[in-house]
């Protein structure tokens, strides 16, 4: 069960890894696409189009990031549930 725990953890702490370079990755794109914007290198439209895909994409990547460090940090709020929350999904 702790081999479990510990593998959860492993996977969550290497998605969030995965997300932030994600989001590095649609912050290095929007701010291009501003770059463009400004340039006048492409139509405005197609410009808005882009960046409103990479916002939405942004904005699901932030909201899964939230929740992985939600389930990883439970006791940031003050609060940590107690073992035997975890002990009847271990023992079985």
């Not at 439209?45 to 409103?52: C, D, L, M, V």
Request: one cysteine or more; proline letters at 3%.
């Amino acid at each position: 069960c702790m081999a479990d725990q510990q593998q959860h953890l492993e996977r969550s702490q290497q998605e969030i890894k995965s997300i932030k370079q994600q989001l590095a990755s649609i912050d290095h794109r929007m701010n291009n696409l501003l770059d463009a914007l400004a340039d006048g290198i492409l139509p405005a439209q197609q410009i808005q189009n882009k960046y409103g895909a990479e916002e939405n994409k942004k904005r699901q990547l932030s909201y899964r990031l939230q929740q992985l460090k939600d389930s990883l940090n439970l006791g940031a709020a003050g609060y940590r549930l107690p073992v035997s929350v975890f002990l009847p999904v271990c023992l079985n």
